[in-house]
């Protein structure tokens, strides 16, 4: 029996062990909103790829019998009426969701303390966070809890929270996977993607999940050029500057193992990348902007009580039911967007994305993929004591790129510095998905994912 | 007046499609409030818009009705603003690259000479809900909330109120023969909002203001004569036109301030992320170009020109295309032109007006109107009963030889059958024949009339007064 098909016990043989090993692990680090593994059981086909497979989601994905929260006050209480198509692929695919993952609220954060509404640790030391901003799914894969999560990638939600938590994180290509039910943060830049404990497994969710659907215009057909062996990789250029020690280390080891592995690498550089971090906060705040004005108080969710006119309940709702950081984004977005101002920013930004976009194509004229850092540092500290917020985003660079790009990128775990995960992300050109998987796995069979103590699978035995 | 006007006009109109422009609801908001909406339409968080291409399409025709140029790369784009029947707060709308832009229009003034209005831009959106308020509560429907809107822009070439009423007709009839509208009014389905200025003569546009929510051509030319004057006065004055919205109120026949342009919003327009540019392809450009029917103007000239209808005539015809469909379907029948055009605006029309119905939902088929033609034309009734016959086929849906089989209205022309009827008329008055044969040829109309009256209207008159006139000659 194949490591993933002893996961359906979970929903069967062994549900009862299973319930009490993630509630074991829930108490440690708080990765699910909700866990119900009967909510929806009923929706999955029970047969295909991954039949009975439990699988988390992040809260800001629609699946109809449980609530969608985003992690925001505002959405509290919401019970999603209907289920995102990635979603139900993976339901008609056998796999069944077995609740909600925690996130910072709206997608917006890199370490998971800003969800208003729980509390989230990462499982190899709950004094630090699991990343952000799906670090329930992260860190519930890397605690054994589930054998995937669905995430959200806007700038790096999925791959930065894997690194953290020492679990593979892809962030599809643009356009592959639905949107449809992904609560919108910044609609151009975000897919949903998946964090999974081995290669093969995060390959197979993608594949389930993938397709053109009449409810996305914006999905496309998938047409990878069908050279899927990786003969040279180029290596992004980082140095003490921009890596902390631990990571640089780390950093070094991947790119001597690519060699140790028969991979012909070649440095580069990104002339581009010092401006992708304005131009992606620019581009995603300014959607932000119109994407979170629907909610208002009026037709679902929190709404103000005592107010006296529609436009008193609009802004009391709105007043209390974001946080901070949600504000704070809503207000730079509306910022940028105003008349007179949008060629300095919005445009501008627009430029630096064909220019990101630019370099990566040249970088892949002569490479088959390119590997770079996830993030500067390992999995912080809960509060600002390691990072401060705007340190934390300024830290984006490495993921957003990849988002104004729209291009592929797969994190995947490297080593353990200091008892903490590091991971290395691949980039591959547009639908080049493939690519990443085969490194991936590659690098996994001589050097596979290190679990967190704790970590069990004797509850399916 | 010393100065010159200038009036330009946003039309939007409500298009006829079978589901709602971004998602599959019914496009069909005159139900049970709430009761046609979904996730997308609603708002609902990870919903996203679909293009509907139905909306495409007819945007596409009124664009190109409208002699425009047609984007290759059509954008939709968002326009922010927090209104609480608005579900997402901002409008899918289009800005920089709509569907249509630098267009024409060929607007027929009341002296019958021609002005091109240059139209700025066509471009399509979605409508928001309805709210409805009373002292304690407002209330919001949503069945409206994204059923596909288009907006029509002009360029402020229009002089006059009058002016902007004749556009505003001769508009809500192309766009209703382009079947992509009811264009009703009253009912919002075509919705006005036109704005003005004045300045002195060749000194270029004013400052302007803008008139919301016109809901009839004639308040459209009202509110803009109020305007005109009221522009003038102020600048007689020496005062200066504030840039505003204003409102009409039609119980004071005035205008009022609604916002000043430092109220405006900032819309803060920016492409809609999750909906594609579109393309208009080949073949969707083909089959737009193929439904380019004959628009209203080009069908009266000819109906005038080829088929020598009066222009009173050919205004009534095509005023409305199911009128003028209607009348072409009779000539294909094989009907005489003349012929169609006198019942059409005659008898027809008046049974029509008098029940309530339109031509295309009558009872009246060409193949019967013909059918009754020919009945009249060969003398098997009289025009006289031809009109009783057409007002049963209203009553009783039937075709007008069986209803004349039926009820014996056929002609008696047979000789031996009129000759004894009109022996028995002669006979019957005596004094009158002896008039007529003393010059008196107006008592021959007596005669008839009482034949006629002894037949029920059944005789062929031009026989029967042949007849008549022979028999008293002959016994002279
Ligand atoms: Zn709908």
Redesign the interface.
Known sequence: MSDIKRWAKALTESADSYKKYVGSWEEKIGSFLQFDPEAAQADSSGQGLLAVIPFGVKDNIAVKGFNMTCGSKILENFDCPYTATAVENLQKAGAVPVGKMNMDEFGMGSSTDNSALAETHNPWDTSRVAGGSSGGSAAAVAAGQVPFALGSDTGGSVRQPASFCGVYGLKPTYGTVSRYGLTAYASSLETIGVCAETAGLTRDVFKAMRGKDIMDNTTVEYKPSGKDDVETVAVLKAGEGDLNVDVLRSYKTSIARLKDLGYKTVEVELPTLKYVVPAYYVIATAEASANLARFNGIRYGLAAQGAETPSALMEETRHSGFGDEVKLRILLGTYVLRSGFQDQFYHRAQKIRTAILNDFNRIFESADALMMPVFPTAAFRHGSSDLTQLQQKAADLYTCSANLAGLPALAVPSTIEEGLPVGVQFMAPAFEEERLFRIAEKLEAVFPAQKPEGYSQEWKA | MKYQSFVGLEIHIQLITETKVFCSCPNNFGDEPNTNVC?VC??????????NEEAVFKALKVSRALNCHINEKAVFE?K?Y?Y?DM????QISQFEFPFGINGYFDLELDDGSVKRIRIHDVHLEEDAGK?IHDAYQ?R?D?NRAGTPLLEIVTEPDLLDGREAELFVQQFRQLVRYLEVTDGNMEEGSLRCDANTSINLPGKGLGTKTEVKNLNSSRFVNKALTYEIKRHAKVLDKGDTIVQETRLWDEGSSTTRSMRSKEDSH?????PE????PFRPDAALMARVEEAMIELPNDRKKRYEAELKLTSDQAVFITAEKNTADWFEAVLAAGADASQTAAWLSGDIQKILNKEGKSIEQSPFTPERIKELFDLINSNRISNNIGKDVLQAIFDEDRDPSAIVKEKGLEQVSDTGAVEKVVEEVLAAHRAVVDAIRAGEDKQIGFLMGQLMKATGGKVNPQLAREMIVNKIKRSE
């Open positions: 996730p609603m708002g609902y968080p990870g919903a996203l818009p679909s293009l968002r922010n927090f609480p579900p997402k707060n901002y709210m407002s919001l949503y900032d819309y803060r327009y920016f992320p999750d909906l594609p």
